[in-house]
């Protein structure tokens, strides 16, 4: 600790920081990076693998629900006029009265300080294996083993150069993956859906696991340059979403652990980690993720587990309302835009809704250039005139705007073990089961086995809340039950992940939640703090600065430990925030 008051934060990050890697996976992007780094590396937490089954590019996913009812038609519409009437614009089916008024307009000269590339085109992946004839020594004997056999007999015929260009590659990562042609004979599959492991009928847990290893993997090789025989001189820092459950996590740790091989690695959550990101030490954290938004509060470096709130919205959500909003006043060009079977076409209206939609009276068009994909062709330009753009972000408070979900969450009955790793369940005493081996702690097990002499004690899964996010703050501030803490929180709420950025947010969220309490509440102020780090990544940040302060504490798991015993549950062995650090870490958030 003495060591610790003296350092140079700069110098701790960098000898402490060189060899721990820092993982923080979300439903759209994960963000991978060593914890020295500024910033991580931002994927998208998706993998196409080549098929045989299809003739085109497959999304293997849950039974996709896209019908609307009358009823929820009906309350979307109405959801639009509620937005309206605040914002002081015309109604869904109301033209304007007196065209000669001037509409604000966004930037067309293609500056926008959030991003710089607002107009430009996706380019489709090329899913061929590249020429290899370049890449392979001429004339080598030792080397023709590389060449197929019909290629070897013609060498440097035509023929040999249409086998090896017309060889797709096997497997494709990020957001390569999701720019490959409807046509390509690939098989999608989004890792994680709704702060979960995307487990299905269709897409088995086996699968899940083998990819999320592949792509982890790819990542560590390609991006931070780490391969698998130098891993276990790295230490891992998992920031996982507060939607996950125990048993994702046990299955994320022996991938950490197992396969990928880290010497040790330890749990942290990401609103905790957002709090230590932003150097403090008590905040209502409100993450705003792609496709799962979830509020918590922490106090004095401790999560408390009744304030958790889950809410099945997120920013691609947003993007689809503004794909809605678009077509209804028939603003949008008569283009085939289908984000199911070409995922290129939401990377579009994610980029659209990130430079042009934000928060703000009175009516918000913009003149854009939309692109359009078909079939392995050049993108096609349309520009265009964009209207309502501060609806969409609107729906964050009046969720019944956005679009029926497409995908359900995983069915719930795959998770046998609802504890949550909040809960302080090592001070319970367990009765030892009698089909227990007499090794158990310690045992020869394997690890992957260990989990399943787990004693079961059902608990109740985390809910999804039907609230709007002004509702679900307020009602996790008021759970806390003290006077004294609710009026810190209400005053200290921090936005995270990618919607945070979006404008005119923080002045709606303090205005909103404000109405939102209750009038006998003797509470008066609501501030949202601005995030002193990139809101996207503040987590991830976060978890890098535990990481340097709380390396060699036992929270960390071991590798060795893990393969040979798993983890008891009575050891206090526990993934569990770490509340001692909260002192150290203000001076490390601008390291």
């Known amino acids: 600790m003495d060591y610790l008051k003296t350092v140079v934060p700069s110098q701790l990050l960098a000898e402490r920081g060189s060899n721990l890697v820092v993982i923080n996976p979300g439903s759209a992007n994960i963000r991978v990076g060593l914890a020295k780094q500024d910033s991580p590396f931002s994927i998208p937490h998706c993998i196409a693998r080549r098929t045989d089954q299809f003739s085109k590019l497959?999304?293997?996913?849950?039974?996709?629900?896209?019908?609307?009812?009358?009823?929820?038609?009906?309350?979307?519409?109405?959801?639009?006029?509620?937005?309206?009437?605040?914002?002081?614009?015309?109604?869904?089916?109301?033209?304007?009265?007196?065209?000669?008024?001037?509409?604000?307009?966004?930037?067309?000269?293609?500056?926008?300080?959030?991003?710089?590339?607002?107009?430009?085109?996706?380019?489709?992946?090329?899913?061929?294996?590249?020429?290899?004839?370049?890449?392979?020594?001429?004339?080598?004997?030792?080397?023709?083993?590389?060449?197929?056999?019909?290629?070897?007999?013609?060498?440097?015929?035509?023929?040999?150069?249409?086998?090896?260009?017309?060889?797709?590659?096997?497997?494709?990562?990020?957001?390569?993956?999701?720019?490959?042609?409807?046509?390509?004979?690939?098989?999608?599959?989004?890792?994680?859906?709704?702060?979960?492991?995307?487990?299905?009928?269709?897409?088995?847990?086996?699968?899940?696991?083998?990819?999320?290893?592949?792509?982890?993997?790819?990542?560590?090789?390609?991006?931070?340059?780490?391969?698998?025989?130098?891993?276990?001189?790295?230490?891992?820092?998992?920031?996982?979403?507060?939607?996950?459950?125990?048993?994702?996590?046990?299955?994320?740790?022996?991938?950490?652990?197992?396969?990928?091989?880290?010497?040790?690695?330890?749990?942290?959550?990401?609103?905790?980690?957002?709090v230590f990101g932003n150097g403090l030490s008590t905040a209502c954290v409100v993450n705003l993720g792609a496709q799962a938004s979830s509020v918590i509060c922490v106090e004095d470096g401790v999560a408390l587990p009744n304030t958790e709130k889950t809410l099945p919205f997120g920013g691609e959500d947003i993007s689809r309302c503004l794909l809605w909003t678009q077509r209804h006043h028939q603003t949008w060009p008569q283009i085939r835009t289908d984000i199911l079977t070409k995922p290129i076409d939401l990377l579009t209206l994610n980029r659209l809704k990130?430079?042009?939609?934000?928060?703000?009276?009175?009516?918000?068009?913009?003149?854009?250039?939309?692109?359009?994909?078909?079939?392995?062709?050049?993108?096609?330009?349309?520009?265009?005139?964009?209207?309502?753009?501060?609806?969409?972000?609107?729906?964050?408070?009046?969720?019944?705007?956005?679009?029926?979900?497409?995908?359900?969450?995983?069915?719930r009955s795959w998770f046998h073990d609802y504890e949550d790793m909040l809960e302080e369940t090592w001070h319970i005493e367990f009765s030892r089961r009698s089909d227990m081996p007499d090794g158990f702690y310690p045992s020869g097990n394997a690890g992957l086995q260990m989990w399943d002499n787990y004693p079961f004690f059902p608990m109740k899964p985390k809910k999804e809340e039907k609230l709007g996010l002004a509702e679900a703050i307020t009602s996790s501030i008021l759970s806390t039950g003290r006077i004294d803490l609710q009026r810190k929180l209400f005053c200290s709420i921090q936005l995270i992940g990618g919607v945070a950025l979006t404008g005119g947010l923080i002045p709606a969220v303090e205005e909103r939640v404000l109405h939102t309490i209750p009038s006998n509440e003797a509470i008066h102020t609501v501030e949202v703090l601005e995030s002193r780090t990139n809101p996207t990544f503040v987590a991830w940040k976060g978890g890098a600065i535990l990481g340097v302060l709380d390396f060699g504490r036992d929270a960390w798991v071991h590798r060795d430990d893990w393969i040979r015993n798993g983890i008891h549950i009575g050891s206090g062995r526990k993934y569990k925030d770490s509340y001692f650090l909260q002192a150290q870490a203000m001076c490390y958030i601008n390291s």
Request: charged share 25%; glycine share 4%; with cysteine.
């Open 58 to 274: 497959n999304v293997q996913d849950q039974l996709l629900n896209s019908q609307v009812t009358t009823a929820q038609h009906m309350e979307r519409e109405k959801a639009y006029d509620v937005i309206a009437s605040l914002l002081k614009i015309p109604f869904l089916d109301e033209e304007v009265a007196n065209s000669s008024v001037p509409r604000k307009m966004g930037r067309v000269d293609g500056y926008n300080p959030q991003n710089n590339r607002k107009d430009g085109a996706f380019t489709w992946t090329d899913t061929h294996v590249k020429d290899l004839k370049s890449s392979v020594p001429q004339e080598s004997s030792s080397d023709k083993s590389l060449v197929p056999d019909s290629s070897v007999q013609n060498e440097g015929t035509e023929s040999k150069e249409t086998t090896l260009a017309e060889q797709f590659r096997e497997v494709i990562f990020g957001e390569e993956a999701l720019r490959i042609p409807p046509s390509e004979p690939y098989s999608l599959r989004r890792l994680i859906r709704r702060g979960h492991l995307n487990i299905s009928q269709h897409y088995p847990m086996q699968q899940v696991l083998e990819d999320l290893h592949a792509l982890w993997d790819w990542i560590l090789l390609e991006k931070l340059h780490i391969p698998l025989h130098e891993r276990t001189l790295y230490s891992a820092i998992l920031v996982v979403p507060e939607t996950f459950d125990n048993r994702e996590i046990k299955e994320i740790l022996s991938i950490v652990l197992g396969d990928l091989r880290f010497s040790s690695a330890v749990v942290h959550q990401e609103g905790l980690a957002a």
């Open 354 to 411: 990130e430079s042009y939609c934000e928060i703000k009276e009175g009516e918000l068009d913009a003149v854009a250039v939309v692109h359009s994909y078909e079939d392995a062709m050049p993108a096609g330009s349309h520009k265009t005139r964009l209207t309502a753009l501060n609806v969409p972000p609107m729906s964050l408070f009046y969720p019944t705007l956005l679009i029926p979900d497409l995908y359900p969450p995983p069915p």
